[in-house]
């Protein structure tokens, strides 16, 4: 389907985005939309022919555990309310801990990277497919921005999407500015990447602007889209002419003039065509292993893989799939007797000792680079900052200034567990149970503002005991 040229719908460039011309499509935050009824600038919007597309951000695909049915039917729901062609998230884990490790389920508030491992891979395979069971429309998943790299990687980016294609037949959602990111951070080669993506299963693609901080760059959907970011969007139009392109802009909105310019420079990079001629599939052509990915940063670029097919490839009496005739691919090592669910507890273990170690100040896991953990630590603390101020503004309109310097300090003593708006409860509570804010009046209003959406007094002594000792818990 051609989607053409979108822009991300965010509540507050709704009336921007409605007047934006030769807007062809939108994307909206599937979590952000109530399940029974449209904000009205969508309904006019789809009035107007305008297609409309749910984008994921919570399912957690790449996790250890399969995905919540729940989150499942919630995105479904809103796929059938906007009547769209597709649904989208993310190649990425949002969760760790709980049964499978016995730990406190810890949320990261972010997406982070998957390792580009087998058993990895087999865990993301099976949740894409049950997702897919559960979905009314076809899915597309979306490559992320990552500030670290895992050790021991087994496959590049490219090769990790092409196997996952491969198997299960998902769509791609294709982020450029996510690929600069990955440059700067962790020195691989979007054109190499894009070398051994399936361009064809492609649905649609990202453009976002971003800053360069200290030799980190920051994927911060805040700032315009640089000329890097574009120079890859013409790399992969040399490729492939993508069926939909969309523009995101997450916060500190600029001008609609600004919005459009910046259409318009995708236009015209689609628009000038492909500068160098390339087969379907791009450079995919000679045969090697893939290298791992060094834990400071750098990327192997070996290895290829062949042609994906249309349908999925036989599997041989081992369960690896069989190539088909002519083509070149990566064997994936056979199963062992523990299958999926082995790969899954591996997953969950590595997973819960990074998400714990960025949340909750436990000892960082061998082989990663540990000042990128510290920036992604911080970065994961400054986050849950920002968007805790956006679901309950109030807060900082009562602390003042001194509150992001207070929710710091809390969130350096407490991972969140259980989403952004319970976390906004128990930092106010955590505030008042240390008789914060010291003003009086700031006091008080805290005091109501917590009441009217928690309880109607404080917690007891015995709560607050129980709740000090998961604290504990979780922080070791």
């Known amino acids: 389907m051609k989607l053409g040229i979108g822009i991300g719908w965010r509540p507050e460039i709704a009336d921007a985005v409605e007047a934006l011309p030769g807007v062809d499509w939108v994307e909206a935050v599937a979590e952000n939309l109530c399940a029974d009824h449209l904000p009205a600038s969508l309904a006019r919007l789809r009035e107007r022919g305008v297609t409309v597309v749910p984008h994921g951000v919570s399912l957690g695909l790449g996790g250890a555990d399969r995905p ?23 190649i990425a884990f949002v969760r760790a801990g709980g049964p499978r490790t016995g730990s406190p389920a810890l949320e990261a508030g972010h997406l982070l990277p998957v390792p580009r491992t087998w058993a990895a891979l087999d865990v993301l395979c099976e949740n894409v497919r049950v997702a897919q069971d559960s979905l009314p429309v076809p899915l597309a998943l979306e490559n992320i921005a990552a500030l670290i790299s895992w050790p021991g990687e087994e496959l590049t980016e490219g090769q990790f999407l092409a196997e996952l294609v491969e198997r299960t037949g998902v769509r791609l959602l294709i982020d450029v500015a996510n690929l600069h990111t990955n440059r700067v951070n962790r020195g691989e080669d979007p054109a190499g990447a894009l070398d051994e993506l399936p361009v064809e299963a492609i649905a649609y693609v990202h453009v976002a602007g971003g800053v360069e901080k200290d030799g980190v760059w920051h994927d911060t959907h805040a700032h315009p889209v640089t000329a890097p970011v574009l120079a890859i969007l013409a790399e992969l139009r040399s490729r492939v002419a993508p069926p939909g392109v969309l523009l995101e802009r997450d916060d500190d909105f600029p001008p609609a003039g600004e919005l459009a310019d910046e259409l318009d420079a995708i236009r015209t990079t689609l628009d000038a065509g492909p500068s160098v001629v390339r087969p379907p599939g791009g450079g995919r052509a000679a045969a090697g292993a893939a290298k791992p990915t060094d834990p400071a940063g750098g990327s192997g670029a070996g290895g290829v893989l062949a042609e994906p097919t249309r349908a999925p490839a036989p599997e041989g009496p081992s369960g690896n799939l069989i190539a088909p005739v002519g083509a070149t691919r990566i064997p994936a090592p056979a199963s062992g007797s523990v299958g999926t669910e082995g790969a899954r507890d591996r997953v969950a273990v590595a997973q819960t000792s990074l998400l714990s170690a960025l949340v909750a100040g436990t000892p960082a896991p061998e082989g990663f680079d540990h000042r990128r953990l510290g920036i992604q630590s911080r970065a994961l603390a400054a986050k849950r900052a920002d968007v805790v101020a956006k679901v309950a503004p109030e807060l900082p309109e009562i602390l003042g200034h001194g509150y992001r ?23 106010a509570e955590q505030l008042l149970l240390a008789g914060r804010p010291a003003d009086d009046a700031a006091r008080r209003r805290l005091t109501h503002w917590w009441q009217d959406r928690a309880a109607p007094r404080p917690p007891r002594r015995t709560t607050r005991l129980v709740r000090a000792a998961r604290s504990v818990l979780v922080g070791r």
């Open 68 to 90: 919540d049915p729940g989150r499942l039917a919630d995105l479904a729901a809103r796929a059938t309310l906007l009547g769209a062609p597709l649904v989208s998230e993310h």
């Open 405 to 427: 310097d207070a929710f710091l300090a809390y969130a350096r003593r407490r991972p969140m567990t259980a989403g952004y708006r319970r976390d906004a409860l128990d930092f």
